[in-house]
């Protein structure tokens, strides 16, 4: 397993990986498979190096399970084997995060990553329960933990992420979207550093990198993953003129974002010419013309 995380590591380091859009029928709530070729292909052309397919913004929670392994099934099968692939298989119930887990054995995923059970606070011997719940149904297979605390209310803290380090011997890292960095440090400090450490805010990334992250996973770079990948790679080749650059056009990209978020990835890949429709319901879509100005910072 220690062989399989450091290779997993070394793919992902000073790269990013987005967090991937899912593609949906007009119902907004049905996968639409025949999309994913387009999206994997444009992501892997500009220069990826993972993809993290079901997250927050893929709406991985908002889907059935049924339709979380189709889109699992869709991506592992257009990625064929190109660049890893980490699935989210985190659920508010155990069993239903097992189940997908188990899924994402069968299809081979390069790794798993699972959010904490959302809404309902949990003390950290619950958290490790389900947790080791999920590592026991993929003994194989490397697990991130998904750390997004604002959102999930239970998130990842330093002295979990100690315990579970030494209890889980398939646990690969964290995957941290706290726009905090001063607890991004202190769970880089926390980590062996065996340990992927991924960053997920946007808005800190460059530090986020600086501190010691081993790369990024971003909602706004499955839509617009050009900064990301120069940002990455410039900190990787350390020319700190370049990330600074990189960053800065970040920042000016989300100063351009709708308030509707997730709607406004999904518009921008359209205006792309990635047809990936809406978001699912009642979640609204904005006003177009979202890319037109992105495109000019470019």
């Given amino acids: 397993m220690k062989t399989k995380i450091a290779a997993l590591k070394q793919k992902l380091e000073y790269g990013v990986s987005p967090a991937m859009a899912t593609p949906l029928h007009e119902d907004g709530y049905r996968v639409n498979t025949a999309v994913l070729p387009a999206l994997v292909n444009f992501l892997i052309d500009k220069g990826v190096k993972g993809l993290f397919v079901g997250g927050t913004t893929g709406e991985g929670i908002l889907l059935s399970a049924a339709e979380r392994q189709r889109l699992h099934e869709g991506a592992m099968t257009a990625v064929n084997g190109r660049v890893p692939v980490l699935l989210h298989v985190g659920a508010n119930t155990t069993a239903t995060a097992v189940a997908l887990t188990q899924h994402a054995v069968h299809l081979g995923a390069d790794a798993i990553v699972a959010v904490p059970p959302t809404f309902f606070g949990m003390d950290e011997d619950s958290l490790t329960a389900y947790f080791q719940a999920i590592a026991a149904a993929a003994p194989e297979t ?49 980590a062996p550093e065996r340990l992927i450490m991924l960053a997920g805010n946007e808005r800190i990334a460059l530090g986020s990198l600086a501190m010691g992250a081993d790369g990024l996973i971003s909602g706004l770079s499955t839509a617009v993953p050009e900064p990301f990948v120069a940002l990455s790679r410039a900190v990787g080749e350390g020319d700190l003129a370049a990330a600074r650059q990189a960053h800065q056009t970040i920042n000016r990209l989300l100063d351009l974002m709708p308030p ?39």
């Fill in 142 to 190: 490397p697990l991130l933990l998904y750390d997004i605390p604002h959102l999930a209310i239970n998130g990842i803290s330093p002295a979990l992420l100690t315990r579970l380090s030494r209890e889980i011997p398939s646990l690969a890292g964290v995957k941290t979207s706290r726009p905090d960095a001063q607890m991004i440090r202190q769970l880089l400090d926390a």
């Fill in 260 to 298: 509707q978020r997730i709607g406004g990835i999904k518009t921008i890949l359209a205006e792309r010419g990635i047809p990936v429709g809406t978001a699912v319901p009642p979640r609204p879509m904005p006003q177009g013309g979202i890319w037109p100005r992105m495109k000019e910072l470019l």
